[in-house]
C-alpha cells in the first residue's frame, strides 16, 4: 500500500484517480479512465494472477483501446510478455542481473539515475531494467541500462519516484530523501510522455 499512496499523492494534484481491488470492476468501469497505473509492490510479480484474476480481460481491453498503462517497479515488470505482453520486441528484466550494475542483490537502497539529463539517487528494490525492441528512454541506470522508458502508450520506471519521507528511515538512505521532487517528476513523465499533458482521469 506504500507504493500505492505515493502514487495518488503524485499523481492527484493534477488527476482525477478512480481505485480497485481484487473484486471485479463493473462493466463500464473504463469509460471514463484515460490511464492505467500498476504499483511497485514487495518484489512479488507472482501476485499477478492472484490480484488481477478477475479483471484481467477488461484491462486487456481497455489498453486494446488505445488506453494507456504506467507501470513503477513490479507494475513494470508486469507489461512483459509473460504477464500482461503489452510490449512489443522488448522484454522487462532484472537491473541487478545486468553487466556492470550497480546494485547486484535484491533489497531496499537508492540508484544512481540519471533522468532527462539530471542526475539523481532514486529509491531502488529490484527494479527492472528494458532489453530489445525500440522505446523512447527518459531515464537510465548508472550502467546505462533504462531505467525508464515510453513505448506506444505504455511508460515503465524500474525506480520507486513516488517514495515518501517514511521509506528512507535508515541511516544511508536518509541522506539521498528527495523532499518530493521525485513525486513531481513521475507527475511530469505522464503527463508529458503519457498523456501529453492533457489534464484526463487516471485509476
Not at 503489452?86 to 540519471?114: C, G, K
Not at 531502488?124 to 523512447?136: C, L, M, R, S
Request: proline fraction near 3%; include cysteine.
Amino acid at each position: 500500500m506504500e507504493s500505492v499512496n505515493g502514487i495518488i499523492r503524485s499523481l492527484s494534484p493534477a488527476h482525477n484517480i478512480k481505485l480497485f481491488t481484487k473484486h471485479k470492476v463493473e462493466d463500464d468501469f473504463f469509460d471514463d479512465v484515460d490511464l492505467v497505473v500498476f504499483h511497485g509492490g514487495q518484489g512479488d510479480a507472482s501476485a499477478y494472477g492472484h490480484l488481477l484474476r478477475v479483471n484481467h480481460d477488461d484491462i486487456k481491453a481497455f489498453l486494446q483501446r488505445g488506453g494507456k498503462y504506467l507501470g513503477v517497479c513490479m507494475g513494470a515488470y508486469w507489461a512483459d510478455p509473460y504477464y500482461f505482453d503489452l510490449l512489443n520486441e522488448t522484454r522487462v528484466v532484472q537491473h541487478i542481473r545486468r553487466p556492470n550494475a550497480e546494485i547486484r542483490s535484491s533489497y531496499a537502497t537508492t540508484a544512481a539515475v540519471r533522468w532527462c539529463g539530471e542526475e539523481h539517487r532514486m529509491y531502488f528494490y529490484d527494479g527492472p531494467t528494458f532489453i530489445g525492441g525500440e522505446f523512447e528512454v527518459i531515464a537510465t541506470y548508472e550502467n546505462g541500462d533504462p531505467m525508464a522508458i515510453v513505448q506506444d502508450g505504455i511508460g515503465l520506471i524500474g525506480c520507486h519516484l513516488e517514495s515518501e519521507s517514511s521509506w528512507y528511515t535508515k541511516k544511508y538512505m536518509q541522506p539521498h530523501w528527495h523532499h518530493g521532487k521525485h513525486q513531481e517528476l513521475l507527475l511530469q513523465f505522464v503527463d508529458d510522455f503519457l498523456l501529453k499533458k492533457r489534464q484526463l482521469n487516471l485509476f
